[in-house]
């Protein structure tokens, strides 16, 4: 896993007051605006490697997710359906027009769930490494979430999670308060079948060959949007109707997609 996720690009840092909570968001570039959201246990600085890339033709909006990077906790869950409302008020204080909106892992759940609620308010989802049933991870790794909590912080230290922590967040004593939270998010149950079935937004889903959910799994969501069904045709008149893509991205695991090229190509060949 790259250790070193900073870039030489440097976007402007601010802050949104959003539902009780001061939301830290930077702007990278210019153009049609993309908002950009990273993992459990990371922030903006997951995606430097891939920002000039995604920046050249685009206004990209990196934003730390609660308790997550330069934005403090608030008294709330670690809900993606919360921080998908947090999501489209920054849209609104920003005065937005339909911005596309890309997540990964954590920050993919938090995406699919703003496109889920807010419709009107994105034009394109992309969801990355985001299953959306417990069950499409391997056992052993379920296991290995479910220790994630304050216990764990002293195996943390060495990880570049831990590490930019402690560099950017406004309290970094509050590092095993967020473990704890991510761990009790992880241990509930959740079934998003019928909100993919039902997303009114075109969607591309992009995996890993080799990601915590095996590529099975995004198969099955992009059936769910009528993807994967029959073939497309040649001129594309088989292809899902809604617009919806899948791509599964080779020599990649959960832990470097994000700071991969190929997702940055794929990401920005389906929003233009």
Known sequence: MKTDWTTDVKGTGQY??????????ETHGAGRPM????GGLGSGEMFGPVLPQLAERHQVITVDLQGHGRTADIDRPIDIKLMADDIA??????????????????????????AVKYPKKVRRLVAVSANIRPDAIPAELRAQQNQVNAAAVEFMKD???????????????????LLD????????PFDFTEDVR?????TLIVAADADMAPPSHYVEMFKLLDG??????WMGEGRPKGGHALAILPGLTHYNIFVSPLFAAVTLAFLE
């Not at 939270?181 to 509930?188: E, Q």
């Not at 039902?198 to 075109?202: A, C, N, R, S, T």
């Not at 994967?228 to 045709?233: P, T």
């Open 16 to 25: 949104a007051d959003v539902n009780g909570m001061k939301l830290y968001y």
């Open 89 to 114: 008020a920054l849209i609104d204080h920003l005065e937005l027009a339909s911005p596309d909106v890309v997540g990964v892992s954590l920050g993919g759940g938090v995406a699919l769930q703003t």
């Open 159 to 177: 990880t570049p999670m831990y590490q930019l922590y402690q560099k950017v967040a406004p309290r970094p004593q509050d590092f095993p308060r």
């Open 228 to 233: 994967g069904l029959r073939d497309g045709g």
């Open 181 to 188: 939270k991510l761990g009790a998010s992880m241990a509930k």
């Open 198 to 202: 039902g997303l009114q937004v075109p």
């Open 35 to 38: 908002i950009l959201l990273h």
